[in-house]
């Protein structure tokens, strides 16, 4: 049964009547992925020395500007057995402050000529701090599934893909 109240001049109308706008709230995660294919990988191990690297190009993930590093004799003489991978974030989105860290969580992944994840292949990153022109995450030992790749057992483009 309708009532009403008075208060500060204004009637309210109970029940009110049906609403005509809606919003919602919605917090989640962006997700998205990027793929490096690596054609000529024995080139690069031969002319590229631990320490060397090469970017990607840069792609976007949540408005933010990302991209990876590649070492293919590894980031270190002590990882010159491995490839080294590294997430980095070029650009953060606007309204975004520079020097504020942000949080993103990356899975690197060797894939399979069919373009597919290689579960026994896939280094999980967790989740991480990244600020804009900082050194990023990755691995520097990318374990057995890339160490096989570092020791040239691999023919044909090695592709890594990222989420």
């Not at 008075?6 to 992925?33: F, K, N």
């Not at 990988?41 to 976007?60: Q, V």
């Not at 070029?90 to 597919?116: I, V």
Request: proline share 7%.
């Amino acid at each position: 049964m309708p009532s009403s109240a008075a208060t500060g001049g204004s009637e309210l109308v109970w029940p009110p009547p049906p609403y005509s706008s809606a919003s919602a709230i919605v917090g989640g995660t962006v997700t998205g992925h990027h793929i490096l294919q690596i054609d000529g990988y024995s080139y690069t191990k031969e002319k590229l020395p631990h320490g060397k690297l090469k970017y990607s190009r840069m792609f976007n993930v949540g408005d933010h500007q990302w991209h990876l590093r590649y070492y293919p004799n590894g980031q270190g003489s002590a990882n010159a057995d491995y490839i080294s991978v590294y997430l980095g974030l070029d650009a953060a989105a606007a309204g975004h402050a520079k020097e504020q860290p942000m949080k993103a969580r990356a899975t690197f992944s060797l894939l399979d000529r069919a373009g597919k994840p290689v579960p026994s292949y896939t280094l999980d990153a967790g989740m991480h701090d990244f600020a804009v022109g900082g050194s990023g995450f990755g691995y520097h030992q990318s374990g057995p599934a890339l160490a096989l790749c570092s020791r040239g057992d691999r023919r044909g483009p090695m592709m890594v893909g990222g989420s």
